[in-house]
């Protein structure tokens, strides 16, 4: 079972320039839709002034993932795609890379979008640091009080993350711990209910 995923971890920026057309390219570290939608509305206001704010994003891993490309108004598939295409051939998920275009006066054909927008990207990623992060699936496990101290135990031992915790009469314990450990972690905790 793969349970790692390539993704950046800070912001990189990217330019390319052909016939007086300006390409700035941007990539960023996103984890839902909608910060992704925040920060494409940040450049489109900030960049107020440009023909173009074009993007692509990948979000998520296996089942789960959510992926969109926009040309903003430039011929279909100039430049969403081409930007896509970066973030599939690098193998990175939870990014969002956008470019803006400022237009030169000089049309470039599809060709040129294709190659403009893809360099661009390119470049932005160029510039991030990639790191891989490990796909973590959350356990949750009720027990008695009398049984806190086996269950630490496991938590311990199998290095799982406290995601919540409630401990009163009946407690409860919500975990976070790589996908192909968590049948192991349910199994251990459950075989303290017949200790």
Excluded: W
């Amino acid at each position: 079972m793969n349970d790692e995923y390539k993704t950046i971890e800070n912001t990189g920026e990217g330019y390319y320039t052909e016939k007086r057309s300006k390409f700035l390219a941007f990539a960023h570290h996103v984890e839902s839709v909608d910060e992704a939608k925040q920060i494409i509305d940040s450049y489109r206001k900030k960049y107020y002034d440009a023909r173009h704010c074009c993007y692509a994003y990948q979000i998520g891993v296996g089942d789960e993932v959510q992926v969109r490309a926009n040309d903003d108004g430039e011929p279909s598939s100039t430049a969403g795609k081409p930007i896509m295409g970066q973030i599939v051939s690098n193998d990175l998920t939870d990014i969002l890379i956008c470019v803006v275009r400022y237009y030169g006066g000089v049309n470039l054909g599809t060709g040129g979008l294709i190659v403009a927008y893809r360099t661009a990207a390119a470049d932005a990623i160029a510039h991030c640091s990639a790191v891989t992060r490990l796909v973590k699936e959350k356990v949750e496990f009720h027990f008695t009080y009398p049984m806190m101290n086996g269950v630490m135990k496991v938590v311990k031992d199998m290095k799982a993350d406290i995601v919540a915790q409630d401990f009163n009469i009946d407690c409860s314990i919500v975990l976070a711990i790589r996908k192909s450990e968590a049948e192991l972690l349910k199994q251990r905790l459950e075989h303290l209910n017949f200790e």
